[in-house]
């Protein structure tokens, strides 16, 4: 007897959590774009903490780039390429809390949770990533 999961083709069981988790990245790497580009001085205090340059200029430049990555990941066709240079970004986040010695899970892994927000969720929601990066129950 059929039930109404088997009756559901299954890239819809896994696109709905895709795009939610990808929603959620999105949105918080919007955030951040805009805190950026609106000059807002807690970007320039926290940018002093970590060592990085503080002129509004400097991070308006960067809240730009990080909005043009956010865009490629959020443009279906463009997402991978996307979420390729939101690694980088995300990388770069956490080698800067690294090398200040900040703690592990507030600081240091913060990118590495947005940075599985953005791969999971683009793994959920295309097949073409499901295929070339298949992950299955291990068999005992």
Known sequence: M????????AATQVSWPGRILSGIA???????????????????????????????????????????????????RMAVLGAILLTGWLGGAIASHLRLGDPWFSNILF??????????????????????IPITPAKD
Request: charged share 10%; proline share 6%.
């Open 2 to 9: 059929a039930t109404l999961v088997d009756s559901v083709p």
């Open 111 to 132: 990118g590495a949770y947005v940075g599985l927000f953005v791969w999971g969720g683009l793994w959920l929601r295309s097949p073409a990533l499901r295929a070339l």
């Open 26 to 76: 999105i949105a918080f790497l919007l955030m951040d774009a805009g805190m950026k580009i609106a000059g807002l001085p807690a970007v320039t205090e926290a940018a002093a903490g970590i060592g990085w340059p503080t002129g509004v200029a400097y991070w308006r430049v960067m809240g730009l780039v990080l909005l043009a990555c956010t865009a490629l990941y959020a443009w279906p």
